[in-house]
């Protein structure tokens, strides 16, 4: 039985990733910075974070892997992705694996800019996007969800901002498992069918083969290690458009992983037992919505 840790754990998307890891019988070990946030009552055993801009963090984090005798992370907040990518070959010597691809395509992945220059030098289709304020849809280079987002051709102050072509069509998101190898075992579209404050509240599983073509040439001309999340539009006229990558597991993943099989327990057989896996049928036309629950606490 392995103890794996889970960050963020007082998001609304965590609950599933923490029962997955007990599904799989192994024990979870929450952590956020919140000391009553309601993972730490989901998961077997709690660790109180501090900041993420905390000076100390990465040596209180350390410590604290330790402390617990944390097998496994699973790092799933993109502010300290580049930390653990950073951290990964000294955690292994200690035993520690860390599930995450590596330090330069952590790198390239949270900035949108230099993830436009992947695509285009890969040949992988993508609204134009500039340094300048050259296109309506203003984002910044670095960021999660829909913060920070403007459409407007006012002027605004481009530091630290991408201005990108407006794309209409329907969303999809990806959820992708790729192996120790960075082979990809499962490749799953999902149709967004709703989403607040950027995160996914209902969706379903849908086959789209040019969608796959793509995301299996993604995977071909960069090294992913672990789950990661692709965003892309389909457009009117039927082409597939990719807007960014998400190196890490996400909160809309749920339905990717019902949709397929445990990836706790494939994530373990592959990095940590070097089984090779082979992948089941992925069940499309699975829907998933999501709800409020409660936790009571006596």
Request: aromatic share 10%; glycine share 8%.
């Amino acid at each position: 039985m392995l103890k794996i840790f889970v960050e963020a754990s007082g998001s609304l998307t965590s609950g599933y990733f923490i029962n997955s890891i007990k599904e799989a019988e192994h024990v979870c070990v929450a952590s956020d910075i919140d000391s009553e946030c309601v993972g730490r009552y989901l998961a077997d055993e709690f660790i109180q974070m501090p900041d993420k801009d905390d000076p100390g963090l990465w040596d209180t984090t350390s410590k604290s892997l330790i402390c617990h005798g944390i097998d496994i992370v699973i790092p799933s907040l993109d502010e300290t992705l580049l930390g653990w990518a950073e951290r990964k070959s000294v955690l292994m010597k200690m035993g520690i694996y860390v599930i995450l691809s590596e330090f330069h395509t952590v790198q390239i992945f949270q900035d949108k800019w230099l993830t436009y220059q992947f695509f285009v030098e890969a040949g992988i289709p993508t609204p134009k996007t500039s340094l300048e304020q050259v296109f309506s849809l203003v984002k910044p280079r670095h960021g999660r969800g829909s913060a920070g987002i403007k459409l407007t051709m006012d002027p605004i102050c481009m530091d630290g901002m991408v201005s990108q072509e407006f794309i209409e069509g329907e969303e999809y998101t990806v959820d992708v498992l790729c192996d120790k190898d960075s082979k990809p075992i499962y490749i799953v579209p999902r149709k967004r069918l709703g989403v607040k404050d950027g995160k996914s509240t209902g969706g379903v599983v849908i086959y789209h083969p040019e969608i796959i073509k793509w995301v299996v040439r993604i995977c071909e001309k960069i090294s992913f290690q672990g789950p990661i999340n692709v965003q892309c539009f389909v457009c009117k006229d039927g082409k597939v458009k990719f807007i960014e990558i998400n190196p890490r597991i996400a909160g809309g993943m749920a339905l990717g992983i019902a949709a397929t099989e445990n990836w706790i327990k494939l994530i373990i057989d592959n990095f940590i037992n070097n089984k090779s896996i082979q992948p089941k049928s992925i069940k499309y036309g699975l829907r998933m919505k999501r709800y409020y629950a409660e936790i009571f606490i006596s």
